[in-house]
C-alpha cells in the first residue's frame, strides 16, 4: 500500500486554482521530491496533504486512510509530520523545550517526552545546544530544530518544506546528510526543494510541477533531461526539440 | 510591607547561618562533592522559609486593618494567579473576568441565603457554572484576534453586569439587583464559612493561593503548559505538531475560570456584602490584568509579586491620599503599566528573578569557599 | 406610532454622533490595526477642552472647534509617537501586538483618573449655551436642534475625512501604509510618522465629536467609557477600518437605543446592544461592511 495517495487533487482559492488535478503516491520508505518554478503550487500541495487547507476536490489519502477533512493535529498523531517553509520555533523557548513539545506527540508523560527529545537530539548532533533560547540560533541550527521536532513526534511521513532554503553549500550538505540517515530508520520523505544538487542527490523520484499540473516524473535523471522540465525553468527557447 | 521587610531580613540571616553551618562542618564538605549548599536547595529553603513567614505573620501583626489590607493583597495575588492561566499561559487577553468573580459569589451567597447550602458547597457549584461559561466565552472568541478576544470579554462581563443590576429575581432566586445581597454575620463556625475575627480568613486566603500557585506551577511542567505556550506563541508549528491549540486554551479557560470563581465566594464571605458594582466591574477585571502584566504574565512568580508589590501601593495611597486625590493609585497603576510595557515587557519578575538567582549564586560560591577552608 | 417616528429621527441623529464618537476609532484601526482602548478618554479629554474653551472665552460652543480640533490632533500625535511608538517598534516581527492594546488601556486609565484629581467628579455642563434644550418642531414631532447640529457635523466630517483619504496625497499616502507598511516604506514614506498623524486624525475627529456633545451632554472624567464600549460596539458592527460602516452602525446603535424603550427597560436596550455585539463577533466579525481579515 502507498503511504500517501494523491488522486485528482485540485485546491482553488476564489478564482485561482493553485494544484489542478494533481496526481502522485510515494511509496513506504521511499523519498519524494517535488519541484517546479517558484508559485507552481508546491507549498500548496503541502499544504492540503498537512490538513491546513481542505483540497477543494480530488482526494489525498495517508496509508489508505482519506485525510482531506483533517485537521494538522490529528494528523500529527496518525504519524505525518512537516516543517515549515519560514521556520517557526517557539522562539523564547530552548531548544530542548521545542522538541519535548513534539515529543508530547507519543506520550503525556513529561520526563519520558523530555528523554525522547534528547535521544533526537543525540541523533541530530544537536545536543550540546540544547539549553539555548530557539531565538538565538542561525539560521541552518533552527533548520535543524524544525526537523527535529518534527521527528519527535515520530512520524511515518514526513514533509520538509524547502529544508534547504538559505543555507550555505556546506550546511546543505550536512542536511543532506541528516536525511539520508533519516531514511535509513523507515522514515517515508516528501520534500520540496529548490537547491537541485540537494534534490537530485536525495530523491528516488521526482515530480515536477508547473501550475499546479504534473508536468514530468521520474528518476532525477529521467527528469533532469526532460524537455518539458527544462522549459519549464528557463523558457519555451531553451527546450531541446 | 512588613511581610516583604521580614523576608528579606531572614534571608540575609540565613545566608549568615549558612556561612556557619558550613564553616562548622567545612572539613567534610569540599566543593564538588555533593554539596549541601546547591542552587536548587537555596531556592526551595527560601521558598520554604517564606511560606513560613506568610503563616507566622499573624502572630506578628494584630491589627485588623492591616491583616485586612494583607489578607486583599493575598486575594489579589490569587485572582492574577488564576487569571494568568488564560492571559499568560494561554496568550490572550481577557478583560473581563470579574465575571467569574461575580458568578462564584452570587451563586454561594443565594445558595447560603435562601437555601442554607453551606458556602463551601455553594463554592464548589458557583465553580462549576464559571467552569460552564468560561468554555461558552472562550468557544467562539479564542479563534479571533487578540483585540476582538478582549473586546468580547469586555462586553461579556459589562453585559452581564447590566443584567444582574437589573434583575431582581432568575426564577425562585432573588438576586436583588443593584442594592446587592447582604450576609448577615451569624452562625460562626468553619463549615459556615462565617468568621468574628481576621485570622481565620487570612489562613484560608493563604491555602487558597499558595494551591492555585502549585497548581500553576504543575501544569507548567506537564503536557497542558507546553501546549498552551506552543499554541501561544506559534499556533501554526504548534498544530503541526499534534496541539489542539484551541482545546488546550478552553482547558486553560475552564481551570481558570474555576478557581477565579472561588474567590468570588471567599469575598463575600469576607466583605458580606456583595452588589454588581462591587464584584462584576471592568475596574476590577482591568485591576487584575494590570497586575499580573506588570508582574509578569506568563510566568509563576509574576502575578503574585504584581500583586504583592502594587496593592500595598494602591492602598495606602487611598488612606493617605483618597480624599484629596481620589483614583490616584489608578493613576498610578497605569503609568506604571505603560512604562513596564515600554521597557520591560515581560514583567518586573524578569529582573526581579535575574537580580534573585544573582544572589543564590553569590551564597552558593560563598558556601564553596567556606567548604575549602 | 408619531413617537416611534419621533424616537426613530432622535435615535439617528444622536446614532450618527456616535458614530462621529466611532469614526476615530475606526480611522486609527483602520491604518495601525490598532484598537485604541483610550478613545474614550481622548474623546473626553476633547470634551473638557471644548467646555473651557466656551467658559473661559465665551464663544459658540461649535466655535471652539478652532481650538480643540488642532490641539487634540496634536495631542494624538505626540501621543502615539512618546508612549505607543516605542511598543510598535518592540513588537515589530509579532503576529499581533499585544502589547499595544495593553498600553493604550493604561493610557485610558492615567487620563480618566487624573482628569478625576485634578478637575473632580462633578458632572459639568456649559453655562450659557445658545443650543440648550432647543428643540424643533414638525407637526407633532420634536427634534433636538444640538442633536441636529451634531448630525449636521457628522456627515460633514464624514465626507471631509472621506475626501481626505480618497484624493489628498496626504491621504493616499496613509491609505498606502495601511494596505502594506514595507511597499509602503520602500516607497519613501516613513510609516512611524505616518501613524503618528493618522492618530492625531482620529484623536482630532474625536474631538469634533465632543465638541457636538458638549451642548447636550453632561461632562464627567468617565463620561468616555461609556463612548469608548460603544464605540468599539459600534466600529465592530461597522467593519473594522470602515468610515461609512462606522457612522451606520452608530446609527444601528442610536435607533436600538431610542426606540428599545418603548418596548423594554432601558437598561435592557443596553444589554441588546451587548447581545448584538456578541452577535456579529461570533457570526461576522468583519461586520457590515468591513474588510476581510485571516480571523
New interface residues.
Partial sequence: MKILEITDMVMRFGGLTAVNKLNLSIDQGEILGLIGPNGAGKSTVFNCVAGVYAPTGGRVQFNGQTINNEKPWNLCKKGLARTFQLVKPFATKSVLYNVVVGAFATTDNTKEAEQKAIEILKALKFEDKKEVKASSLTIADRKRLEIARALATEPKLLLFDEVMAGLRPAEVDGMVEIIKRLRKTGITIFLIEHIMRAIMALSDRIVVIHFGKKIAEGTPQQVASNDNVIKAYLGDDYGVS | MTGKENLRVKKTNLKAQKKGLDSHTGSHIKAGSGPFVTRGNIKTMSLALAVLVAFGLPLVITSPTYLHIIVLMFFYAYLTTSWNMVGGFAGVLPLGHSVFIGIGAYTSTILSLQYGVSPWIGMMIGGILSVFVGVLIGLPTFKMRGAYFALATIAFAEGFRVMVENIDFIGPLNVNGPRGLQIPPQNYGFANFMFAGKEPYYYIILIMLIGVLALTWFISRSKLGYYLNAGGEEPEAAMALGVNVAKTKLAAMAISSFFTALAGTFYAQFSLFIHPKSIISLDISFEIAFIALIGGRGSIAGPVLGALLLRPVSDFSRIYFGDILPGLHLVIYGVILILVMIFQPRGIQESLTRMYDSVVDRVVTWSQKDGEA | MIYLLEDAINGILMGSIYGLTALGLTIVFGVLK??NFAHGSLLMVGMYLALWSVSLIGIHPYLALIIVVPVMYFFGYYLQDI?IK??FK?EKDVR?P??V???T??????L???T??IFG?QYRSIQANPLKGKMIELGEIFISVPKLWGFCTAIITAFGVYYFFQYTRMGRAIRATSLDRDAASLAGINQYKIYNIAFGIGTAVAGIAAVTLVPFYNIF?TVG?LFD?KG??IV?LGGLGSMGGAIIGGIIVGLIESIGPQFM?A??T??IV??L??LV??VK?SGLFGEK?D?
Fill in positions: 490598532v484598537i508612549v516605542p511598543i518592540a499581533e499585544i502589547t492594546i495593553i498600553v488601556t493604561g493610557v485610558w486609565y492615567v480618566d483618573n487624573l478625576l484629581l467628579p472624567p467609557v464600549i468599539f460596539i465592530v427597560t437598561t435592557w443596553e444589554a451587548y447581545g455585539f456578541l463577533l461570533f466579525p481579515h480571523w
